[in-house]
């Protein structure tokens, strides 16, 4: 099987990218898998204070993904997979093609300000020519609507 993975975090254009895999995976028989990192200087501070904030960090992905695997299951009847990882997000985005071989296409939301597409997009465009997998790019104000017809 196929799979799209999309990453989860706090961006607006987050949401366009869950909406696009999860529609992409229901039409072509694939899966998702949602991978969210936490950045390793997140928890700089003392051990016992680090493990506490590591875990709570843990519990508020997990409530995010809820949101977006519920609405996968009942609206597209795709059941996604969550990954967490922790350390640098292109890192830990390639590691992760690396080591599911499913994986078939990297979707990425694009951000709609004046700043660019995002870090995330920037960053992994300017290295596509050697990423073993396509990258899909999002458009953040893309409505439903549209998503739907490109899907």
Known sequence: MRKFLVVLDDSRECLNAMRFAAMRAARTGGGVKILSIIPPEEFNHWIGVSDLMREETRER????????????????????????????????????????????????????DRKGPGPLVSQLSRNSASLPVPITVVPGDLTKEQLEAVT
């Open 61 to 112: 992905i997990e409530v995010h993904y809820e949101v977006f695997a519920k609405w996968m299951r009942d609206r597209q009847g795709v059941d996604p997979e969550l990954k967490i990882r922790e350390g640098e997000a292109v890192n830990e985005i390639l590691a992760e093609i690396k080591e599911d071989e499913e994986i078939g296409v990297l979707v990425l939301g694009a951000g709609n």
